[in-house]
């Protein structure tokens, strides 16, 4: 029988399990240490002995739960606790969680039988965007006393982020075609839950799909990872052949040529290694979305509650601001004349200042949105890309992954510069950006749903956005018809940041960007010691 050479490639076996079920929430789980610094002394004779515990809550639900305990620490002001708490971490979610600290005074469960030593409240995103993912916060709860820090510190957990990449030669393998050469290829199989042992098998592919077997071996992941030496030269058996020919040696053998492993990095990486996220807000002024005096218009300045603009800049605004060191945002409106000359503008301060549109943190720029609409004419018309290329200005100056930029346009979505939109997104989707688009009211959203690329890639004159950088949803699919706008807004900003760490990676990956090294741990002086109860 004739045999043959050739040499195939084995791309990317993951090592690690593959829950289907679970495949489709990449949930990361993040370990959180506590530590206090100067706690309350409520104990007469020694100090006290403080426990905390830490309260969540549901999406879109006020109720706070508790979710778990740390040890007591005995005799201590500046305890360092050594239980930790492992919890689900959703980028696109407002995550809101609650320290609470008491003096433990007996063996009971009950919390009201012990001493209160202070509270604090975050949100997840507040502490792992924070320097190396460590915060420090004052506690309080306690009217007219200092109740001393609370340092929370958040840790990634991977599961398994190391893939391989093997290479492999075949070498006088069996010749299964009557003309030509085989065309071989490998069948990768784990046999044990604990992938101690791999089966590979051998097989020679044929056009119609009923490829032939040529043999198998088995190795292990452990032999695998020695990379090429002598033990990774294996026969190929092909067991019916072995059964029936006393001279049967092999079907041809098959040598590891090399073993790469490569670490993934993730999203967390970045954000612990001091990349900043800028969150810019571009919001629609034009005369389509109705006079703001009136109830009817999506501008409307309802003193009671928040318009539909108002809702959607809050609703993505509070989470992305956990990311943004110095929580101070660009905000922008397009389509409007401007007081005092009544010129029309497509790139405006909405605070009024051209040279620093910068606003303090959510609350700031729904502030300078609101004074805005007291001061400006809406008009038209709705030319989105003056804003995108604002932004790209920035993104273009710093693409180093020291910074990524977000920039949240809010819309009725009558668009009347499509082309040179979306001219402007195929430019700035090879920059460190991504464009969120919030539609409000009752347009047909076609060219917005275009412009979103999910179908169909977005291009300008022939030429291909590199990658997908805008997320559109209509504001109107998340109205909760029972009244729950805490609810429909947790959802509105799940689905429009859901797709942003992955749009930030496919960036920083093609880039060839690592993340830069955390900051090194904080070390407090002086462990004492722990005890449980």
């Not at 039988?113 to 507040?126: R, V």
């Amino acid at each position: 029988m004739n045999s043959m050479s050739s040499c195939g490639f084995l791309n990317m076996a993951t090592i690690g399990e593959f829950d289907p079920l679970n495949a489709t929430i990449p949930a990361t789980k993040v370990e959180i240490t506590v530590s206090c610094r100067n706690l309350l002394d409520r104990d007469t004779f020694s100090k006290s002995d403080p426990i905390c515990v830490l309260y969540t809550q549901g999406i879109g639900n006020k109720e706070w739960r508790e979710f778990g305990r740390t040890e007591v620490i005995d005799n201590t002001l500046n305890p360092d606790f050594v239980r930790k708490f492992i919890l689900d971490y959703f980028f696109e979610e407002r995550q809101n969680l609650k320290f609470d600290l008491y003096d433990v005074d007996s063996k009971s469960t009950n919390l009201s039988k012990h001493d209160f030593l202070g509270q604090a409240c975050c949100t997840l995103g507040e502490v792992v965007g924070s320097l190396g993912g460590r915060m420090e916060k004052s506690l309080g709860g306690i009217p007219g006393k200092k109740c001393g820090t609370i340092i929370v510190k958040a840790e990634e957990l991977s599961n398994c982020r190391e893939s391989v990449m093997m290479q492999f030669c075949g070498n006088k393998l069996d010749k299964k075609d009557f003309f030509g050469k085989s065309d071989p290829f490998l069948v990768f199989y784990r046999s044990n839950e604990d992938g101690t042992t791999i089966k590979v098998e051998v097989y020679d592919w044929d056009r119609d799909g009923s490829h032939d077997f040529i043999g198998e071996f088995s190795t292990s992941y452990r032999e695998l990872s020695r990379g090429q030496s002598q033990f990774n030269v294996y026969e190929v058996i092909n067991p019916k052949k072995k059964g029936k020919k006393k001279k049967y040696l092999n079907s041809g053998t098959v040598t590891l040529l090399s073993f790469l492993v490569d670490t993934e990095v993730t999203f967390l990486d970045y954000i612990k290694g001091g990349t900043q996220i800028n969150f810019t807000v571009a919001i629609d002024f034009t005369a389509s979305n109705g006079n703001p005096a009136q109830p009817t218009s999506l501008h409307y300045m309802n003193p009671y509650q928040l318009n539909t603009y108002a809702m959607a800049l809050k609703a993505v605004g509070e989470i992305i601001q956990d990311y943004d060191s110095d929580k101070m945002f660009p905000a922008l409106g397009f389509g409007a004349k401007l007081p005092p000359d009544g010129r029309i503008s497509h790139e405006f301060a909405l605070n009024g200042n051209p040279q620093n549109p910068y606003c303090n943190g959510i609350d700031g720029v729904m502030e300078a949105y609101y004074q805005s609409l007291k001061s400006v004419q809406l008009y038209g018309p709705t030319n989105f890309s003056p804003v995108i290329n604002h932004v790209a200005r920035y993104a273009a100056s710093v693409k180093d992954g020291s910074q990524y930029f977000i920039l949240l346009i809010i819309t009725d979505g009558v668009i009347s510069d499509m082309a040179q939109t979306k001219e402007s997104i195929v430019n700035a989707a090879s920059l460190p950006m991504s464009i969120i688009i919030v539609g409000v009211g009752p347009a047909e959203f076609d060219a917005m749903i275009e412009l979103d690329g999910d179908e169909v890639r977005i291009s300008s004159r022939g030429r291909y956005a590199e990658r997908d950088i805008v997320q559109f949803v209509p504001f109107r699919d998340y109205i909760d018809r029972t009244g729950n706008h805490i609810l429909s807004m947790a959802r509105l900003a799940k689905d429009v940041l859901a797709e942003i760490p992955d749009q930030f990676l496919s960036y920083m990956r093609t880039r060839g960007i690592k993340p830069s090294p955390a900051p090194p741990p904080y070390t407090p002086p002086g462990h004492p010691l722990q005890t449980q109860i």
